[in-house]
């Protein structure tokens, strides 16, 4: 049984390091790493290369918006389309059907649709996962994980608030997984402190149980807390676990202490600025830069929060994406005013691309 996590677990990583070819393919973008110029940081989704990762290196995980028509139905095409322009700004993941896949405002039927396009559009070039704890009892959230993970994904996402009452101990919690694990068999998993229901920050108890358990290999953190963060560090160090934050402010101190990426709603509007973080983390000879532009995302984070996930719509239309700025979980239409502010972060954005020798994706 251990023999068979060891494998899975480097399957999963495989597809974190360069393909053996030498050669990284984004949608129907497709070239030779040998035939790379020698600056090559950013990519067009129109034909240019993608630049391979280093085996170790930090990952940026994007936590996809979904595209819908005019109809309010997801865009398929588009999906696909926003997958390309992830890819060329360097993700080397993806997590979706998330909170900003707006997941609680689809059915079970479109969870699973959405997440089936991601993982065969992606076909195996890079890792994928997606939520799949939904349902009222313990075996309800394994049946549906199951159905998420027949999808092809790498990883099936567990909801920490899905598995205790606001008001439940620590020892519930650990139950209700113990319980989920008896009905789920081998398949990898990883969790989320999402904020929805409500924010359940795993403790370092519930997060020493869930490490031990070796199928257990991803967690997006959300405490935005240093501090925790450090903790649950210390605890998965030299474990299958991998820890992607999703707080900006914290993100390079996380990084350097050891988190494997960072997977903040950001990603959604410059993710070409977290994948250069990601790979500058350690890089002493960058380190003035990257604790500048740490400070920027940082200060940044509050503005284009605002209306999300609208606000990143608009910014990715005007990024040069065919996305229509609607949501299902916030339908009120983006004030002028804030598209102006939008604006002149897009200005700030190009600055910032400018000072890291980056260039941004086009389209």
């Given at each position: 049984m251990k023999e068979e996590n060891i494998q899975s677990r480097r399957a999963f990583l495989e597809k974190m390091t360069p393909l053996a070819s030498g050669i990284f393919v984004a949608g129907s973008i497709t070239q030779s790493l040998a035939q790379a110029p020698e600056n090559t940081d950013v990519i067009s989704v129109s034909g240019s290369i993608i630049k391979a990762p280093e085996i170790d290196e930090k990952k940026f995980i994007p936590v996809m918006v979904t595209p819908y028509n005019m109809n309010s139905?997801?865009?398929f095409d588009q999906v696909s389309r926003l997958v390309d322009f992830y890819l060329a700004a360097g993700a080397k993941g993806f997590f979706a059907n998330c909170l900003s896949s707006e997941m609680y405002f689809m059915d079970d039927r479109e969870r699973i649709a959405l997440t089936q396009h991601v993982v065969k559009y992606i076909n195996g070039r890079v890792p994928v996962v997606s939520t799949g704890s939904f349902g009222r009892k313990i075996k309800d959230k394994a049946d549906f994980t199951k159905k998420i993970h027949d999808t092809g994904v790498d990883a099936v996402i567990l909801i920490s608030s899905h598995f205790a009452e606001k008001g439940d101990s620590?020892?519930?919690m650990m139950k209700n997984f113990e319980r989920f694990f008896e009905h789920t068999g081998e398949i990898r998993l990883g969790?989320?402190?999402c904020p929805s229901p409500y924010k359940r920050v795993i403790s370092p108890e519930?997060?020493?149980?869930?490490?031990?358990?070796e199928r257990l290999i991803y967690h997006k953190d959300t405490s935005e807390d240093i501090k925790q963060i450090e903790v649950k560090l210390d605890l998965l160090r030299g474990s299958q676990m991998e820890l992607y934050n999703a707080h900006t402010a914290s993100g390079l101190k996380a990084l350097q202490m050891g988190a494997?990426?960072?997977?903040?709603i950001s990603g959604n509007f410059y993710p070409e600025i977290h994948s250069w973080?990601?790979?500058n983390a350690d890089n002493q000879s960058k380190a003035a830069d990257a604790s500048w532009i740490q400070g920027e995302?940082?200060?940044m984070e509050p503005v284009i929060s605002k209306y999300y996930p609208i606000s990143s719509k608009y910014f990715l239309q005007k990024r040069g994406l065919s996305i229509e700025i609607i949501s299902r979980s916030n339908k009120r239409a983006l004030p002028i005013e804030q598209k102006l502010i939008l604006n002149d972060v897009y200005k700030t954005f190009l600055g910032w691309c400018e000072r890291l020798n980056i260039n941004p994706v086009t389209l």
């Open positions: 139905r997801i865009d620590d020892d519930i969790t989320y402190e519930v997060f020493k149980f869930l490490v031990d358990n494997k990426g960072m997977s903040p973080l990601c790979e995302i940082a200060q």
